[in-house]
């Protein structure tokens, strides 16, 4: 187990985020607290919850009591180096995949109506052609 000194980044914490690694942060503070998840009396899907993020608002919401905070300073690894930047954004689409991506939806609409338009136009064809031999 680290010692206090040690720095961890938000995006490093961020990747024990599951029941059997977790991590969260609170106040700049970094805590494994994977051991205490079984018994956390409301559940480890709140935890899970707060994984990824400063969870302090959430952790000062719920009212915790003086002896939940001593206990959660016993599963203290390390604080959070905020020198570094935080988790980067995920970038959806920039203009100009955006455009590209309209211009070829576009090109496939076209082909796909261009399809069933020469179906209906064959049937119609044959089946005027059908008749006609009768």
Known sequence: M?????????QE???????DDCW????????DVTSYLDEH???DDVVLAATAKDAADEFE???????AREL????CIGELDTSSPPIPELEISSKK?????ARKLTDLTKQYWAVPAVVV?????VGILYSRKK
Do not use: C, R, W
């Open 61 to 67: 919401d719920a009212g915790h009591s003086e002896e």
């Open 121 to 125: 136009a064959i049937s119609v064809v």
């Open 13 to 19: 914490a961020s990747l024990h985020n599951t029941k």
């Open 41 to 43: 009396p409301g559940g």
């Open 72 to 75: 959660l300073e016993s599963f």
């Open 24 to 31: 969260i942060v609170i106040d700049n503070k970094v805590y």
């Open 2 to 10: 680290a010692t206090l000194s040690q720095l961890y980044t938000m």
């Open 97 to 101: 995949q955006s455009s590209d991506y």
